[in-house]
Every structure is written in structure tokens, then in C-alpha cells.
């Protein structure tokens, strides 16, 4: 592994991580604002997970008006900011606008919704207050997306709130977890302090056990888990122990809590997954300054779970690709990888639901000094699996009543990641958490 800052300066990696999007500028979003259609029964709207107001945020934009869209977007999405930056647009608001079908290309909803939001952001703490006490205590484990945005609308609803964060800082991946490229840990809290300056008691390094979670739900009237997934998922091969092997989310940490300048990198870095997260750390290696980096997966292009933008960025990165490739193995070389041994493979059926079989005798070898594995988290099972009567579904998450996020446990409701049929980006996170919220106000309400 090659020593930090070995080959870029500190200006080169710094303008390697500038943003993909650049904001918009007043003008740019007002000429922006004029190209959309404001559809009756708005096809953007009912593909957004949080069904924001899009033409009507947008039109604020057309009369001059930022502030308002963004009192807009923040009463459907209190992290709206973060949102505009990483949601994946293509496929959601902007893959349904009408502008895509006739004119080949989508208004910028998401560069819109940034512009006001950030326009906003000095003022937006001032739009929320909370509600008249109603008495009830609610206990949310995990400063998540879901878990904040329960708590916000709670407490807009009079209810006290008491956050417990394992970590020494809120906001879950969003602050931590997301290429830097494309949200920066200072704007991530910024909206996490947007949501606590409402009222909520937020207790960060606090990990909760099985045990604690017992006594919450004797003391609160309500208990909401979101405490999101665990570990990267392991390989299961030898040498994923060795010097130079990281989980994806620790590679991406670094890029968050230290000087870009100080991220570890190697020379020749091997990603292993086809996944979001896989060319979120394949690009930030490429930026770090790593010579060569390749993404393996085990099946083909046309199967990679990855959306099509995030594949599209690798390639302008100059990142490679090995497909088809299973790994065996970590190679060692002295104590620490040194590539990584890989099966060749084939799909017997169609896409991501055909089966992978070995192909004998084709194996092969790609050099690596450092390795980084992508494979999606696991479930926090151990603690899961520590609660009494807490119903889980075939993989690990938590079963829950789709309208209410009430678990089999009575007081106990559950949302984001942790929530069985949950997806894994951050806006249908922020959708969970106001569910979760409506399903614990009418139990409290009686």
C-alpha cells in the first residue's frame, strides 16, 4: 500500500472530490424552473418516495420565491438538502418527468430542489416548531434518516423525543457512509442539527442492548428501532483477514473523518461487488490517487445491481472491470494481500435470478494491494434476535405492519433499513421514518 499523498497533491485530490453537480446559479434555476409543464396528477410526484410537491415547489422557483419551494420540499422531506444531492433521480422524479418523453430530457429536479433548499438554509430551522406537550415519551434508537425524521414529525405533533446513536455523530450513512463526492459530512449535519434544533433529546455513543431496550419499553410509551444494518457482508474465503482487505463502508469513513490527504490508498485496488456502494469506493480510490482500480462481480454487466449513472462515472473514472468473476481467495504476499484469486463463472438462466455456476478450470488471478469488499451489510441479528418476542422475516429484518411499522412486540415499531421491504436509499429511509411516526402518533392518540 503506498504511503498517503504519494502521488496527487493536496489541490488535485481536493478538486478530484469537488461535486459532481455543481449548484445552480438564480438565473440557471429560474430558466430551469420555466421548462417544466406543472402536470395535473404530476407523474414526478408518484415517483417520489415522499411525495413531495415537485410542480408546486417548482413554480415557487418560476416567482422568484426559493424559500417557499423549500418549506415545500422540507414539509414532505425534512432532509430534502441531502436528498437533491444523492437521490437517484434518474430513475425516480426525473425518470417519470414528461419532458423525459417528449423532449428527451427530464427537467433538473434535482438540481432544482437543491437550489431552493440551500437557498433556504440559513432561515429553515425557523419553519418548524414544536407542538403543544401532549405528555407521551417516545424512545428512537438510531440518528438515521428514518430515526431523525421520526422524531421531527413527532415532536411537531407534541410528543417528547429521546434519539440514542451508537456513533459519536448523527445522521447515519448520510453523515459517514455516502461518497464524499456527493454529500460532504459538514452539509449532512447541518441538516441533522435542522432536525434536533426542534426539540429532541438526542444521547450520541450510546449503543442500546437487548437489555436496555427491555427497560425503554416499560419507561416510553413508544420505542421506535432504526438502527439501520451491520457489517459489510463477508466474502467467506481465505485471507479475508489479512492487511489490505476493508470493508467498503470503513474505506469510505476515512474519506469523511480524515484530511483527504491522509486516506489510506493503494497503488492497485480491487473492488469486489456490482452494487451503489461498490463505485462509490471505486471512484473515491480513483480520486484518492490509486493507479489502477477494478470492480469484480460475480455475474454479468447487464446484471449488476448498480444504477446505470453511478456504472457511467466509474468508466469516466477509468475504473475496469472483471465480470463474471467469483472470489476464491485472498492471494498473500508477506503477511498481506496481495490480489485476489477468482473462479470464473457462468449464469444458467436470465439476469440477476439465474444461477451461478463455476466454470471448471477457468480461474485466474488479479494483483491488488489493497482489496475492498462490497457485498452489502448484514443484519444486526445478535441484538435482533435479543428481543423477546420480535418477529423477524426469512432475511433477518423486521417484520412489521406495512401502515403502521408496529412490530409483534407491543409498543415497539421499527423503520429503515433494519425494516423488512425497506429499500436502501435515503429518501425511502426518510419516508419510513414518517410512517413510523403517523403508525406510533394514533397509538398514542389511542
Same mark, same amino acid.
Given at each position: 500500500?503506498?504511503?498517503?499523498?504519494?502521488?496527487?497533491?493536496?489541490?488535485?485530490?481536493?478538486?478530484?472530490?469537488?461535486?459532481?453537480?455543481?449548484?445552480?446559479?438564480?438565473?440557471?434555476?429560474?430558466?430551469?424552473?420555466?421548462?417544466?409543464?406543472?402536470?395535473?396528477?404530476?407523474?414526478?410526484?408518484?415517483?417520489?418516495?415522499?411525495?413531495?410537491?415537485?410542480?408546486?415547489?417548482?413554480?415557487?422557483?418560476?416567482?422568484?420565491?426559493?424559500?417557499?419551494?423549500?418549506?415545500?420540499?422540507?414539509?414532505?422531506?425534512?432532509?430534502?438538502?441531502?436528498?437533491?444531492?444523492?437521490?437517484?433521480?434518474?430513475?425516480?422524479?426525473?425518470?417519470?418527468?414528461?419532458?423525459?418523453?417528449?423532449?428527451?430530457?427530464?427537467?433538473?429536479?434535482?438540481?432544482?430542489? !437543491?437550489?431552493?433548499?440551500?437557498?433556504?438554509?440559513?432561515?429553515?430551522?425557523?419553519?418548524?416548531?414544536?407542538?403543544?406537550?401532549?405528555? @407521551?415519551?417516545?424512545?428512537?434508537?438510531?440518528?438515521?434518516?428514518?430515526?431523525?425524521?421520526?422524531?421531527?414529525?413527532?415532536?411537531? !405533533?407534541?410528543?417528547?423525543?429521546?434519539?440514542?446513536?451508537?456513533?459519536?455523530?448523527?445522521?447515519?450513512?448520510?453523515?459517514?457512509?455516502?461518497?464524499?463526492?456527493?454529500?460532504?459530512?459538514?452539509?449532512?449535519?447541518?441538516?441533522?442539527?435542522?432536525?434536533?434544533?426542534?426539540?429532541?433529546?438526542?444521547?450520541?455513543?450510546?449503543?442500546?442492548?437487548?437489555?436496555?431496550?427491555?427497560?425503554?419499553?416499560?419507561?416510553?410509551?413508544?420505542?421506535?428501532?432504526?438502527?439501520?444494518?451491520?457489517?459489510?457482508?463477508?466474502?467467506?474465503?481465505?485471507?479475508?483477514?489479512?492487511?489490505?482487505?476493508?470493508?467498503?463502508?470503513?474505506?469510505?469513513?476515512?474519506?469523511?473523518?480524515?484530511?483527504?490527504?491522509?486516506?489510506?490508498?493503494?497503488?492497485?485496488?480491487?473492488?469486489?461487488?456490482?452494487?451503489?456502494? +461498490?463505485?462509490?469506493?471505486?471512484?473515491?480510490?480513483?480520486?484518492?490517487?490509486?493507479? !489502477?482500480?477494478?470492480?469484480?462481480?460475480?455475474?454479468?454487466?447487464?446484471?449488476?445491481?448498480?444504477?446505470?449513472?453511478?456504472?457511467?462515472?466509474?468508466?469516466?473514472?477509468?475504473?475496469?472491470?472483471?465480470?463474471? +468473476?467469483?472470489? +476464491?481467495?485472498?492471494?498473500?504476499?508477506?503477511?498481506?494481500?496481495?490480489?485476489?484469486?477468482?473462479?470464473?463463472?457462468?449464469?444458467?438462466?436470465?439476469?440477476?435470478?439465474?444461477?451461478?455456476?463455476?466454470?471448471?478450470?477457468?480461474?485466474?488471478?488479479?494483483?491488488?494491494?489493497?482489496?475492498?469488499?462490497?457485498?452489502?451489510?448484514?443484519?444486526?441479528?445478535?441484538?435482533?434476535?435479543?428481543?423477546?418476542?420480535? @418477529?423477524?422475516?426469512?432475511?433477518?429484518?423486521?417484520?412489521?405492519?406495512?401502515?403502521?411499522?408496529?412490530?409483534?412486540?407491543?409498543?415497539?415499531?421499527?423503520?429503515?433499513?433494519?425494516?423488512?421491504?425497506?429499500?436502501?436509499?435515503?429518501?425511502?429511509?426518510?419516508?419510513?421514518?414518517?410512517?413510523?411516526?403517523?403508525?406510533?402518533?394514533?397509538?398514542?392518540?389511542?
Amino acid at each position: 500500500m503506498s504511503d498517503p499523498n504519494s502521488r496527487l497533491s493536496i489541490e488535485q485530490i481536493d478538486r478530484n472530490f469537488a461535486e459532481i453537480h455543481p449548484p445552480l446559479t438564480p438565473d440557471e434555476a429560474l430558466t430551469e424552473s420555466a421548462r417544466c409543464l406543472y402536470c395535473f396528477d404530476a407523474p414526478c410526484v408518484r415517483s417520489c418516495p415522499t411525495a413531495i410537491d415537485i410542480p408546486g415547489f417548482i413554480r415557487h422557483i418560476m416567482h422568484r420565491n426559493p424559500v417557499g419551494a423549500a418549506k415545500t420540499i422540507l414539509d414532505a422531506n425534512i432532509f430534502g438538502g441531502s436528498c437533491a444531492r444523492i437521490c437517484p433521480t434518474e430513475v425516480l422524479c426525473e425518470g417519470a418527468c414528461v419532458d423525459n418523453t417528449m423532449l428527451k430530457q427530464p427537467v433538473q429536479i434535482g438540481r432544482l430542489q !437543491r437550489f431552493a433548499c440551500d437557498t433556504a438554509e440559513p432561515v429553515s430551522s425557523s419553519f418548524y416548531k414544536a407542538g403543544e406537550s401532549t405528555g @407521551k415519551r417516545v424512545a428512537i434508537i438510531g440518528a438515521g434518516p428514518c430515526g431523525l425524521t421520526c422524531a421531527h414529525e413527532l415532536r411537531k !405533533r407534541g410528543h417528547a423525543v429521546s434519539v440514542f446513536e451508537s456513533r459519536e455523530v448523527a445522521g447515519g450513512l448520510n453523515s459517514l457512509g455516502i461518497a464524499r463526492y456527493k454529500l460532504t459530512t459538514e452539509f449532512a449535519l447541518s441538516e441533522v442539527a435542522r432536525v434536533s434544533e426542534i426539540g429532541i433529546d438526542l444521547h450520541l455513543e450510546h449503543a442500546v442492548d437487548g437489555a436496555e431496550l427491555a427497560g425503554m419499553l416499560a419507561d416510553y410509551d413508544a420505542v421506535l428501532l432504526a438502527v439501520g444494518l451491520g457489517k459489510t457482508a463477508s466474502l467467506n474465503v481465505p485471507g479475508e483477514n489479512l492487511d489490505g482487505v476493508w470493508e467498503s463502508l470503513d474505506f469510505i469513513f476515512q474519506t469523511h473523518t480524515l484530511p483527504l490527504n491522509q486516506c489510506k490508498i493503494g497503488q492497485n485496488v480491487l473492488v469486489i461487488g456490482g452494487g451503489n456502494t +461498490a463505485m462509490d469506493a471505486a471512484n473515491a480510490a480513483k480520486m484518492l490517487g490509486a493507479q !489502477r482500480v477494478t470492480i469484480a462481480y460475480r455475474r454479468d454487466a447487464e446484471s449488476m445491481p448498480a444504477f446505470k449513472h453511478e456504472y457511467e462515472l466509474t468508466q469516466k473514472e477509468g475504473i475496469q472491470f472483471a465480470w463474471n +468473476a467469483a472470489p +476464491a481467495s485472498i492471494v498473500e504476499r508477506n503477511g498481506k494481500a496481495a490480489g485476489v484469486l477468482f473462479e470464473k463463472t457462468r449464469s444458467v438462466g436470465e439476469g440477476r435470478r439465474g444461477k451461478l455456476e463455476v466454470v471448471e478450470g477457468e480461474s485466474f488471478t488479479l494483483e491488488a494491494d489493497m482489496v475492498i469488499k462490497a457485498l452489502g451489510q448484514d443484519v444486526l441479528l445478535d441484538f435482533l434476535q435479543s428481543v423477546p418476542g420480535l @418477529k423477524l422475516d426469512d432475511k433477518g429484518r423486521i417484520a412489521v405492519q406495512p401502515e403502521t411499522h408496529a412490530t409483534s412486540v407491543a409498543k415497539l415499531f421499527a423503520g429503515g433499513d433494519c425494516q423488512a421491504g425497506a429499500g436502501e436509499e435515503v429518501v425511502i429511509a426518510v419516508q419510513s421514518g414518517k410512517q413510523s411516526a403517523a403508525g406510533i402518533h394514533a397509538l398514542l392518540q389511542g
